[in-house]
Structures are given as C-alpha cells and as structure tokens.
C-alpha cells in the first residue's frame, strides 16, 4: 500500500495536532493554576498561623509559662485545646532558650524546638516560615512571648503554631477538583473548534490534501517554465504575484512580487480602473514594442495575462499561412492530375488514343505558355507559388493569369519570403473574393529602377465600404472570427522594407497594389591596380 493512502487526511491531522496542542496548553495551565494555589494556600494559613500564635501568646498562662521557663501540665492542656479549635496540625510555646514547653506529643516536651527559625521571634519579630520540624515539613507562624505580655519589653519565649504541608496540598487539591469541570468543558469545545476548523480550511483549499498541493505546485512550476508565453498572475490590489521565466525574460528581468505599475505601466493602465473583462489579442506596448495580450479574470479580483511578441505571433501566423497555401496547392495539384490521368486513361481504354494525344498536347502547350509567362521572374520561390496557385484555380473554377510582360530580377531574392508572404494571401484574398463564382484573377508583376510592383486584380464584388478604411487593422475581415491577419501581416512587413501596400477599384475589378523600394546593394569593392604581381 502507498504511504501517503496510509496517513490521516488533512482534516484527521489537523484535529490531531490541534488537540495535542489543546491539551499541552492545558498541563501548562494546570501547572501554572497549582503553582498559583499552592503559594495562595501557603500564605492563607501562614496567615491563619501566624493570628492564631498572635493570640496563644497573649493568654496570660503562656506568659507567665514563658517567663519561668519551665514546664506546665496546664499550660500544655490549653494550648492543645487551642490547637484543635484553630484546626492547627500543633501549636508549641518555647521558653527564652527554645524549650519546649507546649505541644501535641507529650513526649517530646521539654526537647529543643526544630527548624532553625527561632532567630527572628527571639529577636522580637514576627515570622511566617516552611521548615521541617518533628512532624514533618509546615507552614508555621511564629511570634515573641514579651515578659508581661506587654510589646516591646523583654522577650520571654516563642509560639509556633504550624499546619503540616500536606495540609496545604489538600486545599490546592480541592480547588484543582472545582476547576476540573472547566478544563474539561474547554477540551471539549476546543475539539469540536478544531473539527470545524479543519473541515473549513479543507473546504477552502478545495478538498485537498497536503501532497496533492505540493505536486500542483510543482506541476505549476513545469507549466510555467514549458511555456513559450509570458504568464502574470495580478491580485486585485495591483500586485504581480506570479510570473513565468518567459514573462522576466520579456520584462528585462522584473519579477513577482512587485507592483504591475512597476514592471509593466502601460497593462497598468488599462486594467487600473476596473477588473478587466476577458481580452484575446489585445495589443500593448511593452518597452516600446507590440505585444499581443490575453486577460483572464480570476474570481475576487486581479487577472491573468498571457502575453507574446506580435513580431513572433505574425511570423507564426505567416508560416501556417505558408502551410496551409502549400497544403492547398499540394492538395490542387493532386485533384488535377488524377482528373488528367483518368481522362487520359479513359480515352486510351475507349480506343482514343488521338484524342488522348491531343488533350496531352494541350496541357503541355498551356503549361508551356504559364512558363513562358513566367521567364521574366526570377525568383524562383515566388514562381513556384504562381504555378501552385494556378492549379488551385482551376480546382476552384476561376480563370487565373499571370499578365504578359511580367519581369523581376534576381536581386529581389533577399526579399522572397516577403514576396511570396504577400502574393500568396493576395492571391488567395482573391479567390476568397470570389466566393465559388467563375471569375478572373490576374497578378502583374513589374520593376523600375526605383523598385518593384506587384498588381493582384479579381473581378469579385470588392472590398465592403464598412471596411475599407480599416482592411488592414489586425482582427479586421468580413470572414468571421479568427480572421483578419494576413493583410496586417503582409503590410507590416512590407512597412518594414519601407514598401506601400493599397487596394483601389478599377472599373469592375477590384486591384490589390504593393510597391517595394529598390533593394540597396553593397557597394562594389574596390579594385586596386599596379600591385605586387
């Protein structure tokens, strides 16, 4: 069996150690109240000690004893009835020279008082004392016998009057008996507080145990360092209390915990105010960079921010653009050829073979003159994309053309990804246009010595008013949701090259225009003449 199936679960170990902690308290308590009794019970009869010795040597037949020194029957008789109303454990009176001359055992009379703390009566002071005596270890009060009874003459004697410890253990135990019913009643509402509170705090922590946390947060930590994102958990104070290894990264090493206005003002800014709502993709600077940011909100308050570099996020939806083009070409190109060898293969079975001969030749003449078309441009990534999008158009029943007189040097190689970007999701755009009705898509390429232009032109129904002024905001397309990044990608990278990108309508059709800067070569290295041979 598993250890952790064998431990209590939270709640049984929480009860456990509060109850432990509960009844240690409690011996401490009970410690300190008899400790407290004890010394409260010592001094009550070392009080009653010492105001019963007060009175026996007051009585005139202990100070008339006391003055002769010697020993008395009748003394010793009074006293001991004095003793027995005062509930004393004894009562002892002692001449100048600590004899006894009173006490409860008649044969230990006339013997030295014990204890050793005769000094102070003797002396004329009153004493409240725990000694061992013959009986046994008390409390005695002790006070001078003065010669006639008069305070402040001639002391004459002692009397001790004692009560034996046992005694004094006997009133702590009868106040810890009263208090025992407390003591319990406090066990027992402080189990039934640390039940409900164990049963709280695992409703809190949503009914897991200790372990199961720990391995969250470890899977947590993994997440959080596997992630290509910045992740920031904010509290609803404004705190950052969270942040991935991606997110320090981004932040120029800003960690949590500290403000969000700190490390990152402008996400600050927008979600100060009130608690965000949920956001995809909203754009933020970030140390003047883009970033795109997703905002989760968390319950109570505060949020979670995904966040990522445009510049990544565009070339991520570039390259699946790019793939999903070459999927669609692969995916054309393979439709047409079966469509041609089973054309072929039916005539060859029909006995046609002129005619599969002659269908043979067209293709290859119309091949032959796309190519033609195409010997002028030579960047070969982008020629490869025009004969794909070629058989894409003929699967879609649309009359694709590449306009004659097209031309494009090599020195536009450096800038082919950006070319092949921006014709392939115009192309496409076009045929969108369209939407599965015959029509026409024309692509013009040329060049000048300033730059190069590219001219994309569809007989579909146009770009809608509404959108034209925002066709190349990030998110803007008449496509539906999920849509509307490629004309934002294509221009920001065309932007960058210091290229234009404009759309315009002439006459029923509707031209797509991207013009690029000539590319600056570097100079020519300088030859040097006349040097050593």
Known sequence: MPRSSRRPNLQGRLVRLHLLVLCGMTVLLVLVQTAQLYREARERLGERALTASRLVAQLPLVVQGAQAGT????????????????????????????????HPLPERLGRPMEGGDNAAPLSGQEVVSVARGSLGLSVRGKVPVWRGGVPGSQVVGVVSTGYLMPQVWHLVQGALVSLLPWFVLALALGSAGAVWAARRLRAEILNLEPEQIAALAQQQR????????????VNAAGEVTLSSARAVALLEGGAAPAPL????????????????????????PLRGQPVLVNLEPLEGGGFVAGFRDRAEALALAEELTHARGFVDVLRAQTHEYQNRLHVLSGLLQLGRSEEALRVLNAEIHADAQFRQLLRDVQVPRLVALLAGKRERAQE???????????????????????????????????????????????????EDPDGMQIEVEDTGPGVPAALSEALYTQGTSSKGEGRGYGLHGVLTRVAALGGQLRHTRRGARTVFQLSLPAPHLPAPRPVVHGGPP
Do not use: K, M
């Open 71 to 102: 020993q008395n029957p009748a003394l010793n008789v009074q006293v001991n009835r004095l003793r027995e109303q005062a509930e004393a454990d004894f009562i002892v009176v002692g001449n100048r020279a600590g004899i006894r001359l009173a």
């Open 222 to 233: 993994a997440v959080l360092a596997a992630l290509r994102e910045g992740v920031l958990a």
């Open 396 to 446: 879609l029943g649309i009359e694709f053309r590449v306009a004659e007189g097209s031309a494009l040097s090599p020195v536009w190689e450096r800038h082919a990804d950006t070319l092949v970007s921006a014709v392939g999701n115009l192309t496409e755009n076009a045929f969108e246009a369209l939407a599965g009705a015959p029509g026409q898509v024309t692509v013009l390429i040329g």
């Open 261 to 284: 206005a700190t490390l990152w003002p402008e996400l600050a800014a927008l979600t100060a105010p009130h608690p965000p709502a949920r956001v995809q993709n909203l754009e933020v």
